[in-house]
């Protein structure tokens, strides 16, 4: 089974590559499932009805948020209506939203699909480490293909994260720094692991706004708008290869698909 997992997207630009090349992507690699963050994916932060709307059209199959999850209230009554969509599993248990989707594919098999924040240079929230073992004690043992995203700033974190995990689920992916690492493995336990998968939106950017904009506020402390950036549009992701049966993985990859300006001027 190939699981296909998209990192952060990114306002108007990130949903559209997703439009324009996802099907091709699903149909070249033989995806079998579709996981994407989209905690900026309206208006760069958040996610709004239309969007969510947007992504599943497309093919996404599942989506994770991260620590913007509620900057667009519209998406509350998504998070607790519809059964494909995680809040972080590490927030009160009143937040709005699930801890846990699980979502079956069209073969027949059940993936569980979750996210945790980090907690160094974030705000505080509760351990992710026993969050996730409280997720993972309340599935059903049946259910043997389980992604988590880690949605975290540090690099060690992500990395004690999968360690943690190791043998428990399939893989351990990471977002939201924006940024891709290179350090794609399956570990001894046979979980997939990278620390981020990077962003799916504008590179000619800050991790996703204008330069300019960004630039600014920093050298001069002036608040200014962080607009959404517009150029090199790239789609980030990892490919995993997993057992349905047992969901242990046996291959991971770095995924990345730049959009021909020529089609984003079409579209
Ligand atoms: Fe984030
Ligand atoms: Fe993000």
């Known amino acids: 089974m190939r699981i296909l997992f998209i990192g952060d997207i990114v306002g108007r630009p990130g949903r559209k590559i997703i439009e324009i090349k ?46 913007h999850v509620y900057r667009k209230s519209d998406i509350v009554n998504i998070l607790e209506s519809c059964n494909n969509i995680v809040r972080p599993a590490n927030f009160p248990a009143s937040a709005p939203g ?63 994260m999968a360690r943690h995990l190791d043998g428990r689920v399939t893989a351990v992916l990471g977002t939201h720094t924006h940024v891709p690492t290179a350090d794609e493995q399956i570990l001894s336990g046979g979980t997939a692991m990278i620390c981020d998968v990077g962003m799916t939106g504008p590179h000619e950017s800050i991790i996703g706004r204008r330069v300019d904009r960004v630039m600014h506020t920093t050298l001069h402390f002036v608040p200014t708008a962080f607009l959404v950036a517009s150029d090199d549009v ?27 300006p020529l089609d984003h001027a079409e579209h």
């Open 98 to 160: 699930k801890s846990v989707a699980i979502v079956e594919t069209l073969l027949g098999t059940q993936i569980a699909i979750l996210t945790v924040l980090g907690r160094t240079f974030m705000r505080p929230v509760d351990c992710p480490f026993g969050a996730v073992d409280r997720v993972l004690d309340s599935l059903d043992p049946t259910i043997r293909v389980i992604v988590v995203d880690m949605h975290a700033e540090a690099t060690s974190d992500k990395q004690l």
């Open 22 to 67: 996802l099907r091709e992507i699903v149909h070249e690699h033989a995806i079998d499932f579709v996981i994407a963050n989209a905690e900026n994916a309206a208006g760069g932060s958040g996610l709004t009805r239309d969007a969510y709307a947007s992504l599943m059209k497309s093919g996404v199959h599942a989506i994770t948020m991260g620590d």
């Open 234 to 260: 790239r789609l980030n992701g990892a490919i995993v290869d997993c057992d349905p049966t047992t969901g242990r993985a046996h291959a991971i990859r770095r995924l990345r698909v730049d959009l021909d």
